[in-house]
């Protein structure tokens, strides 16, 4: 019989992002209509793989945040929609080369694209998207938002780079780890968040309130994550259950768990995570392990206080549509977990 992880705290009553899916329809379309267009090439492959991933269903929460921004501040031109369907972009890109790197079956109940063309096809078609993203950003004008996001699009391959010398290694700290998701995950959210003001010529002191806003989202983000994986479901993590176990990652369940264990369980966690100890018996050792030691709580725990940080950053903000659908969404990140 497996293991039933309790994931402490269950969803919040309404949390939704339904409010930032009606503020941002219209020019979501337009960043679809975009998407669909930049897309495309004479190369057959590249449209093929690109939209593989691009139809699987995502919610594209990310290029919603830039447009949301965006609209805050009162922007009337289109810049926003092009910079959204760029952070989109980079996001697929980023997901095409995550799927190699980790040598992942499934995406979002799909078949990986590595795994229908392969790993070359996977990381070129990752590369076009980026170039693409970068002609958008041109395309804009705006030097500031093309330097946020190249910045981040580097931040986001130096945290790649972190994982690999964090992955199998027991020793990691918790500090280690939320500088790896910092610059893997939460990096892309900044930029996200940021580029709308910028593009609507906000101040900087409003638009520091929104880069701090998502990079705290994006920790929390990743942090329910990597909850997930060991008491999820595929449909809300976007790939199998248990994968980061497979794959010898150092999470922070397991580092929590590593760390608060007996001797003879840090044994265990050793046979599993640095020499491929990662059969189904084996997780469900690992998830007993993490009830015994809080660690699943104690990841979401963390999430939740990071969440209440990009809370407080939108607060002095006016009150508008746009920055109630924002606080709603950070409910919603944190209440995948049930």
């Not at 030097?143 to 964090?166: C, F, H, K, R, T």
Request: charged share 25%.
């Amino acid at each position: 019989m497996g293991v039933v992880v309790n994931i402490e705290g269950g969803k919040r009553e309404n949390a939704s992002i339904e409010a930032m899916i009606a503020l941002t329809r219209a020019d979501m379309g337009r960043v679809n209509e975009l998407i669909l267009s930049r897309a495309g090439s004479d190369v057959e492959m590249i449209p093929e793989v690109a939209n593989h991933l691009i139809s699987s269903g995502g919610k594209r929460l990310r290029p919603m945040l830039t447009l949301a921004a965006a609209q805050m501040f009162g922007y009337k031109g289109d810049g926003h929609v092009k910079l959204a369907t760029s952070v989109e972009f980079m996001h697929t890109a980023t997901l095409l080369h995550d799927d190699v790197v980790d040598e992942s079956d499934l995406r979002r109940g799909k078949r990986t694209a590595r795994m229908i063309w392969g790993n070359q096809a996977s990381v070129l078609v990752g590369d076009f998207l980026l170039g693409q993203a970068f002609r958008m950003m041109v395309d804009v004008g705006s030097l500031e938002a093309l330097d946020i996001l190249s910045a981040a699009a580097s931040v986001i391959a130096e945290g790649e780079v972190m994982q690999l010398g964090v992955a199998k290694n027991l020793e990691t700290t918790e500090d280690d780890y939320l500088a790896v998701i910092k610059a893997k995950t939460a990096a892309l959210f900044s930029a996200a968040a940021e580029v709308g003001p910028i593009v609507a010529g906000a101040s900087r002191t409003d638009r520091a309130a929104l880069r701090s806003y998502g990079t705290n989202l994006g920790l929390a983000f990743q942090l329910i994550d990597d909850a997930l994986d060991y008491g999820g479901n595929a449909e809300d993590l976007g790939k199998n259950v248990g994968d980061d176990f497979r794959e010898g990652k150092v999470t922070l369940p397991v580092i929590l768990s590593y760390r608060r264990g007996t001797a003879e369980e840090r044994e265990f966690w050793k046979s599993a995570i640095e020499n491929d100890q990662t059969d189904d018996d084996s997780l469900e050792r690992a998830k007993k392990l993490m009830a015994k030691h809080g660690a699943i709580g104690d990841t979401i725990g963390r999430a939740r206080h990071f969440g209440e940080i990009a809370r407080d950053a939108l607060a002095p903000l006016p009150q508008t549509p746009q920055k109630q659908a924002m606080l709603d969404v950070i409910d919603f990140c944190i209440s995948r977990v049930n």
